[in-house]
């Protein structure tokens, strides 16, 4: 399960738990404290609270939201008069990324991230500060969305019910939830692939809803950044990977 992790991946194409939750690894909320093992990225991700959202892979210190829990509508963009796939912008200061959702088989998990990209929880435009990508893992993931820059954790809305067997495959460019052993403990944390990590789909596995359809090089630019160990926490960037701005096109 991808959820923040303590201890880092070992290799892309490991099935280990990847434990990822708020603060972390894609996870929960909570403490956000993931821990994901190394070992050949066997282990899941681990949360930034303690706690560890997991997708199969490694696990590693640091935090991340285990899985948003309410969700709330979010406008889609027209196109020929008809709605189509909601898109969000997310700016970092690295650059921009554009993420595609899938609301057709991840509906949950979409409304989900949407109600905290509108409540302004990742860019910090709540007033709470913005969020980062606290755990870089090449070859693997990165994954933000519950930790800030000084590596403090946001509190998270109800965990949301795992949607991993939507058909939708982790692949590279793909964004998935961190959570922690829990499958249903997605929080805010979310990752982006780095490579095609298959094994996170198997069951309990964790759940794609989105897609990266711009700025591709940007994540790849995320994921070369030097990282270091904080405190508890795992490849954490040296210089923080800040997201500025999220908001749904």
């Known amino acids: 399960m991808l959820a923040a992790m303590r201890m880092r991946p070992g290799s892309s194409s490991a099935l280990g738990l990847l434990v990822l939750v708020l603060g972390g690894c894609p996870g929960d909320d909570g403490d956000s404290s993931t821990t994901m093992t190394t070992t050949g990225q066997t282990a899941p991700p681990a949360t930034d609270d303690g706690t560890t959202e997991e997708p199969p892979g490694t696990t590693s210190a640091g935090g991340t939201e285990t899985g948003p829990g309410s969700t709330t509508g979010m406008d889609g963009s027209e196109s020929s008069g008809a709605a189509g796939p909601p898109q969000v912008v997310m700016e970092t200061n690295l650059g921009t990324i554009v993420i595609e959702l ?3 088989l991840a509906p949950i998990t979409t409304a989900n991230f949407l109600a905290y990209v509108n409540a302004g929880f990742y860019d910090g435009s709540d007033g709470l500060g913005a969020t980062t990508f606290h ?5 693997f993931v990165i994954q933000g969305g519950g930790l800030t820059e000084d590596l403090s954790t946001k509190a998270t809305m109800p965990p949301i019910v795992n949607e991993s067997s939507n058909g939708l495959s982790n692949l590279r460019g793909t964004l998935s939830m961190a959570r922690t052993m829990d499958p249903d403990s997605a929080t805010s944390q979310f990752f982006i692939n780095l490579v095609d990590n298959t094994g996170l789909d198997t069951p309990p596995g964790y759940a794609v809803f989105g897609q990266v359809v711009e700025g591709i090089e940007v994540v790849d630019a995320i994921a070369a950044v030097p990282t270091t160990t904080m405190g508890p926490y795992m490849d954490v960037p040296v ?11």
């Open 102 to 104: 899938d609301e057709e």
């Open 135 to 139: 755990r870089v893992v090449p070859g």
């Open 239 to 249: 210089d923080p990977v800040i997201i500025t701005s999220a908001t749904v096109q």
